[in-house]
């Protein structure tokens, strides 16, 4: 009697590689939109207003902008291959996104843009420069003086070049999105890295806003570098994942002082209240290094006092400068919340994230806006058990990280702002760690090393699809 064969099928396997095969191809779509967009996306970069800003010495600088991060991602993605198609794709999407945001800002909002104001205040401090030499790059180089003096040096290197200045602040964005996405593959070693991976790099909000000059760039980049430098001290203490983080969160602070704030308090309290992990050895180099991230935290919260026009303590103050700030976005088309009171606009916190909704539409920028929102409105309560899941683990240090982070942005911008113009930028700011709540899929635990070298192992290997060529006899 022939013996009966049984085919053995391992259903999550399959699933997990039918998900590995969409997050591909979605990659590769991406980067076949910017491949197809290239042709408009060259032309706006470099001839959107001819007459406005020269583009021969951008021929020049903006290939090798690109050339060089291709190179560089090439070498650090090596063994890695969705994050090295995440990387060539962005390329392309980001190159797409800066001719857009040229071709609007000329043709659309007439230069009445901070990019455009930043590019020509850097042109200035280079015309000073031939004068009074470095005199003319005067400090703080915090806030708008650090961007307008970035694009003076840049200017003093390649000319008056718009183009390659987006494209250089853009390509810097989109390494803030790699380290984002290192920093979740390291803090959630079991989490949905794919589906992260592309939220994260092809966001439409994230990918345009961070394509121009200005702060939401780098932002984008320090955040990213802070948030991995976190998670690498939360999986190991050691020198070099306290020098990413301290860098990141300085970064910040010098771009938008409160957001350091924001950082540097997130991190404090889960760190020094979460669990520890490692033996005394761990416990003892932790509470030496507490002091030292509070008073560092304290000086950070100092600055970004002074920045916003606070005293330290001053509740009344605070509620004040709240409510002087939502008066003054409340300028333009995009106006929402006027004249609500404070208690109203704290409850309002929940959806910054999902905001304007489609009534509350008033021009074709918050229509996309609307849009986008809406999709993730959709997106994150189909998803609304993981985030359950992930938010149990509040007391894992990262986690308490991400959550502090979200609530202390979402309360501030909830508050304080009163226009979707800006809540559309700078909501990029907290993004990319909102998505990781939706993305962990409830895997709280830190790395182990391997996870944080090869954080993408599907990919170093063909993917398997276990079951189907084995039998039993």
């Known amino acids: 009697m022939a013996a009966t064969t049984f085919r053995v099928v391992d259903v999550s396997g399959l699933a997990e590689a039918r998900a590995w095969m969409r997050y591909t191809n979605a990659a590769r779509m991406a980067g076949w939109c910017g491949v197809l967009a290239s042709p408009f996306s060259l032309w706006a970069l470099f001839w959107t207003s001819p007459t406005d800003y020269p583009y021969l010495s951008s021929l020049l600088f903006v290939p090798m902008l690109v050339a060089g991060s291709v190179l560089i991602s090439t070498s650090v993605c090596r063994g890695d291959r969705f994050v090295k198609q995440l990387m060539s794709a962005g390329i392309g999407v980001r190159l797409a996104a800066t001719g857009a945001y040229i071709w609007t800002g000329f043709v659309i909002y007439y230069t009445v843009v901070d990019a455009f104001h930043y590019w020509s205040v850097g042109l200035q401090l280079a015309e000073q420069f031939t004068s009074v030499g470095w005199d003319a790059f005067q400090p703080p180089y915090v806030s708008n003086n650090l961007i307008t003096s970035i694009c003076g040096l840049v200017t003093l290197v390649t000319g008056n070049a718009l183009p390659t200045l987006f494209v250089l602040f853009s390509l810097v964005a989109l ?201 993730l409105l959709v997106w994150a309560w189909r998803r609304r058990r993981e985030f359950r899941s992930v938010v149990r683990n509040w007391r894992e240090p990262f986690v308490g990280f991400v959550l502090a982070y979200v609530l202390l942005f979402s309360l501030a911008f909830a508050v304080a702002i009163s226009n979707f113009g800006i809540v559309a930028r700078q909501r990029i700011m907290f993004l990319p760690l909102f998505l990781m709540l939706f993305c962990a899929a409830g895997a709280a635990k830190p790395a182990t090393p391997a996870d944080a070298v090869h954080p993408d192992p599907d990919f170093q290997r063909p993917l398997p699809v276990p079951g189907w060529r084995q039998s039993l006899s």
Request: contains cysteine.
């Open 175 to 375: 390494w803030g999105g790699y380290f984002s996405y290192r920093a979740f593959c390291v803090a959630f070693p079991q989490g949905d890295r794919g589906l992260y991976g592309l939220l994260v790099f092809f966001l439409p909000s994230i990918v345009y806003w961070s394509s121009a000059v200005g702060k939401d760039a780098l932002e984008q980049f320090f955040i990213g570098l802070a948030a991995y430098g976190f998670a690498m001290a939360i999986r190991k203490l050691g020198v070099k994942p306290v020098v990413i983080c301290a860098l990141g969160v300085a970064g910040a602070t010098a771009v938008r002082p409160h957001i350091g704030a924001m950082l540097a308090i997130s991190m404090l309290v889960p760190f020094a209240l979460g669990k520890t992990r490692g033996g005394w050895r761990v416990l003892s180099i932790k509470m030496l290094l507490v002091p030292i991230l509070a008073g560092s935290t304290y000086l950070v919260i100092k600055q970004a006092q002074d920045f916003v026009g606070v005293e330290s303590g001053d509740f009344k103050g605070a509620v004040e400068n709240a409510k002087q700030r939502h008066f003054d976005t409340a300028i333009g088309g995009s106006v929402y919340s006027e004249g609500e009171s404070l208690p109203r606009r704290i409850l309002q916190t929940p959806f910054l994230a999902f905001r304007p909704f489609p009534w509350e539409v008033h021009n074709a920028m918050s229509a996309f806006s609307a849009l986008e929102g809406l999709a």
